[in-house]
T-cell receptor, first 113, second 122 residues
Framework: KQEVTQIPAALSVPEGENLVLNCSFT??????LQWFRQDPGKGLTSLLL?????REQTSGRLNASLDKSSGRSTLYIAASQPGDSATYLC????????????FGAGTRLFVKA | DARVTQTPRHKVTEMGQEVTMRCQPI?????VFWYRQTMMQGLELLAY????????DSGMPKDRFSAEMPDATLATLKIQPSEPRDSAVYFC????????????????????FGAGSRLTVL
């Protein structure tokens, strides 16, 4: 059974700092991994999707990496801003056996002005 | 801008009442997911459909929850009777998935979420 773990659970940083969020998964047979952002009281917005054959994806100040063999992904946020404050979730989709997309519990990020 | 539409956005009801939540997936998406989010459990997968067929509803309490997809533009999640422990935000998400040579595979499309239905059962 796939399990997704995110560390840390919460993070508070001063504005301008670079930071890394971690995601690990127990079953490396994944098809893709997605990083989402969720603002309080809102739905989830997809940030980056990495296919299992890829090592990383970049969008603006965000860079997500994937090491499938070790079951790890990181989300790197450069030059953090107060507007980046949100909960970040990673989710993995299986390679076989169905389409279950399983989520981690998320990392709650607060960027102080 | 294509989006997943969920109704109602908020629902307050009394224990024992029936609750129906609706979802309109993005046109062209063939896979629909229902998730429940609580502070304690995070995002839990309740059920999902592919090409309108239910594939897995093992995450749902079978005695009171039911999920259906009467047509490609509508997915429903029903709770009858509702209980206070059902209070949560229910999210619908849709995406496109394809069959792979080794069986079902997850598709390349990004999963798109609706804004959620916040349910409070008193």
């Amino acid at each position: 059974k796939q399990e997704v773990t995110q560390i840390p659970a919460a993070l508070s940083v001063p504005e301008g700092e670079n930071l890394v969020l971690n995601c690990s998964f127990t079953d490396s047979a994944i098809y893709n991994l997605q990083w989402f952002r969720q603002d309080p009281g809102k739905g989830l917005t997809s940030l980056l999707l990495i296919q299992s054959s890829q090592r990383e994806q970049t969008s603006g100040r965000l860079n997500a990496s994937l090491d499938k063999s070790s079951g790890r992904s990181t989300l790197y946020i450069a030059a953090s801003q107060p507007g980046d404050s949100a909960t970040y979730l990673c989710a993995v989709s299986p390679n076989t056996g169905g389409f279950k997309t399983i989520f981690g519990a998320g990392t709650r990020l607060f960027v102080k002005a | 801008d294509a989006r997943v539409t969920q109704t109602p956005r908020h629902k307050v009801t009394e224990m024992g009442q029936e609750v129906t939540m609706r979802c309109q997936p993005i046109l062209g998406h063939n896979t629909v997911f229902w998730y429940r989010q609580t502070m304690m459990q995070g995002l839990e997968l309740l059920a999902y459909f592919r090409n309108r067929a239910p594939l897995d509803d093992s995450g749902m309490p079978k005695d009171r929850f039911s999920a259906e997809m009467p047509d490609a533009t509508l997915a429903t999640l029903k709770i009858q009777p509702s209980e206070p422990r059902d209070s949560a935000v229910y999210f619908c998400a849709s995406g496109w998935t394809r069959d792979g040579s080794s069986g079902f595979q997850s598709g390349a499309n990004v999963l798109t979420f609706g804004a959620g239905s916040r349910l409070t059962v008193l």
